[in-house]
């Protein structure tokens, strides 16, 4: 079965950094781009970042572009969000994403919270 586990959110003050894990299980995770998402409550879910199956290839969401860095480490089968420089407006639930056998997979998402 796939899974996709976050880790690593917490409360930070504003300028502060956090570094997001999200551990994957049951598919070939070096086959697959991934993806980090993150939504607040009344709002949808906004992209962040998006890496290719290899590593060479990311993007990013305009609000975190020069801040935030996706990383993977394939053979761990982990991804990672590293973020920077904080702003009250990044607090969401953040979720690790994947579409895996052509099915949306997530995980069950890890609150970061930006406040002082």
């Known amino acids: 079965q796939v899974h996709l586990v976050e880790s690593g959110g917490g409360l930070v003050q504003p300028g502060g950094s956090l570094r997001l894990s999200c551990a994957a299980s049951?598919?070939?995770?070096?086959?697959?781009?991934m993806a980090w998402y993150r939504q607040t409550p009344g709002k949808g879910r906004e992209v962040v970042a998006g890496?290719?199956?290899?590593?060479?290839?990311?993007s990013y969401g305009d609000s975190v572009k020069d801040r935030f860095t996706i990383l993977r480490d394939n053979e761990k089968n982990i991804l990672y969000l590293q973020m920077t420089s904080l702003k009250p407006e990044d607090t969401a639930v953040y979720f690790c994403?994947?579409?895996?056998?052509?099915?949306?997979?997530w995980g069950q998402g890890t609150q970061v919270t930006v406040s002082s």
């Open positions: 890496i290719s199956a290899s590593g060479d290839s990311t």
């Open positions: 049951g598919f070939t995770f070096s086959n697959y781009g």
């Open positions: 994403y994947a579409r895996v056998y052509s099915t949306d997979r």
